[in-house]
């Protein structure tokens, strides 16, 4: 078994206590292993004063900065269980994480001053919000509390079909084996420089690559992501490695003036969340130096999975790779029940120590998602004749835009609300450059409305990325008997 997640962080204080653990160019901070846990501990006993209970959830509304990272493990330290929110969601959708976990605290970025303070109004189990600094400033020891490796440390939550957000609950454990397989994997050493500006409420971020860093000693360099940040933070923090979408990489090759920086310390570029292909693949691989690896895995695996190694590319690339991470088994599902052979399609299924315990509060959604220790990944692939898998789509209709899922339902609800609109369905349709971008099929109820009307109120509800891009005008949506939207159908006509 592994160890709790804040032993990482207090072992590095000890061996590495005057060195840098965690920096950030946006931020100008710079903080050695000691000052970060010492800032934790900070974090821990404001926590325990107020009355934090082991077990009990605090959300956190927080950038990519140091401060991310003392809270983090502070709220490991008092025995909470940390509720990431991404800082991009609107108040609505906070509501309902923080409401659905029960969350007893939030901290949050003062940048985020509105919501922190309208938040707490409509959140009734919430006793205390915190404002960052007013944690992070204190010094205090490491509390002595007796907390398991089985104990919850994380309910990280990722949408479904229904539209709303599920928690995915993981122990400390699970984090714990993503984080030390992916510095196996990717060769992540002492002093080396992860790049982190890839939201860190994501599970990958979280727990392949800041938890993977903390294992091997690696220094955490917090930002961002812009696709200008790459490259500037590759040159001047001299970076070893990077996570990001494929369009992260698409969008930085365009950037001002990328011939002319300096990216010769990059040791490994790691790509996931969404399909590369091939073409775009060779096209990356031919402008950044160092090598490629690319990641397949989900939230409710920890994210653990599928890796293609770097010397696999030349004759594999565009696949997700053959084999599970060190501790991860892969096998794809046909219709039958039985493992797929080469050439026939079927589900990707996942096992590790790393799977979630459950869905928070859904034991209906859990059991359809869990058999015998595997997770349904609900992507459907095929093996070619070497054994490597593609990837050919989803069975359920999750839209990945830039390497960040959107939920068609969730959109579909919001549009429903709008006065003039009768129907509506939303379907993925390809880009460029994000892989796919939201578009939206509408029925209008009298005079159609204008796009950009839809778009202004879809603002009050959802997240920048969830609302559509393109609008079609129809007179019915195409359903089939039993009512369920014939999304296919839409998309061959779009």
Known sequence: MGEVLHKLLERNARKYSDECGVMSLDYGEEWTWAELNSRANGV???LMRAGLEPGERVALVIPNRPEFLAAFFGILKAGGVVVPVNVRLVKPEIEYI????????????????????????????????????????????????????????????????????????????????????????ADIRYQDRMMLLMPLTH??????????????GAVCVVGNFTPQAILDTCQQAKTTHFFGAPVAYLLAMQAKGFAE???????????????????????????????????????????????????????????????????????????????????????????????????????????????????????????????YIWVMGRKKDVIISGGVNVYPKEIEDVLAQHPQVADAAVVGVPHDQWGETVMAVIVPKGEAPKPSELQHFCEKNLADFKIPKFFRFDQAIPRNASGKILKHQIKREA
């Open 261 to 387: 920086y300096d990216l010769s310390s990059a040791k490994c570029w790691i790509y996931g969340g969404a399909p590369m292909g091939k073409e775009a693949l060779e096209l990356v691989r031919s402008k950044f130096p160092g090598k490629f690896m690319s990641v397949y895995g989900l939230t409710e695996s920890g994210p653990n999975g599928v890796a293609l190694f770097p010397d696999e590319h030349d004759e594999h690339g565009g696949s997700i790779g053959r084999r599970g991470a060190v501790n991860c088994e892969v096998k794809v599902v046909a219709e039958s029940g039985l493992t797929a052979q080469a050439g026939e399609e079927g589900e990707i299924y996942l096992k590790s120590p790393s799977v979630m315990l459950k869905y928070h509060n859904k034991p209906e959604a859990t059991e359809e998602v869990l058999t015998d220790g595997w997770i349904k990944t609900g992507d459907v692939a095929k093996i070619d004749q070497d054994g």
């Open 44 to 46: 821990a006993a404001a």
């Open 203 to 216: 599970s990958a971020p979280l727990n392949l690559f800041m938890i993977g860093a903390l294992y091997a």
């Open 98 to 185: 923080v409401n659905d976990c029960q969350a007893k605290m939030l901290i949050y970025d003062g940048g985020l001053d509105v919501i922190g303070k309208e938040i707490s109004e409509d959140c009734v189990a919430l006793t205390n919000v915190w404002e960052l600094s007013e944690l992070t400033n204190s010094e205090a020891l490491s509390p002595s509390l007796n907390i398991s490796v089985d104990d919850v440390a994380e309910i990280i939550y990722t949408s479904g079909t229904t539209g709303k957000p599920k928690g995915v609950v993981l122990t400390h454990n699970c984090a714990y084996e993503v984080g030390t397989m992916m510095a196996y994997e």
